[in-house]
């Protein structure tokens, strides 16, 4: 029996990066419309589970309410929201599709969250509440302050 680890990427690793390259494709140098985007979002929510939909669903309505400038694509096949150059600001990833025990919000380095010397970058999310949603918002304003 052998004591070597098994290295590599996953399986969700690798359809994610599959994702990645459907997606660049598709958006060639030009980039894809508006409307082609926001519906390869829309329909990379309509494949979650009914958890990870939900709070997914929240946040795509939030960043529209409090970062209209933002434009919605798919990155690694999950909805993500972008600036004017194209540069993803933030990003929802699906626990089901990474097999993990919660769904998470991340921040490129182009969000302006910037707090001195250390900040948070990802944030877990378990389920949606009141709170939630008031952080969540408080988060994206300040990204694209």
């Not at 029996?1 to 599959?18: N, P, Q």
């Not at 389920?127 to 408080?138: I, Y």
Request: glycine letters at 6%; proline letters at 5%; hydrophobic letters at 40%.
């Amino acid at each position: 029996m052998s004591t070597k680890k098994k290295s590599g990427f996953t399986e969700a690793e690798r359809a994610a990066m599959k994702e990645r390259i459907k997606e660049l494709k598709e958006q060639g140098r030009s980039g894809q419309k508006k409307a082609d985007n926001e519906r390869a979002v829309l329909d990379a929510i309509a494949d979650m589970p009914d958890g990870d939909r939900m709070i997914a669903e929240r946040i795509h309505a939030l960043v529209h309410d409090k970062a209209p400038g933002l434009l919605p694509k798919t990155w690694y096949g999950m909805p993500a929201y972008a600036n004017d150059d194209g540069k993803v600001i933030c990003y929802f990833q699906s626990a089901d599709r990474f097999d993990s025990r919660y769904a998470s919000l991340g921040f490129n380095d182009d969000a302006k969250l910037d707090d001195g010397p250390i900040w948070p970058v990802s944030f877990a999310i378990l389920e949606w509440k009141p709170e939630v949603e008031k952080r969540v918002g408080a988060l994206v304003e300040v990204a694209v302050s």
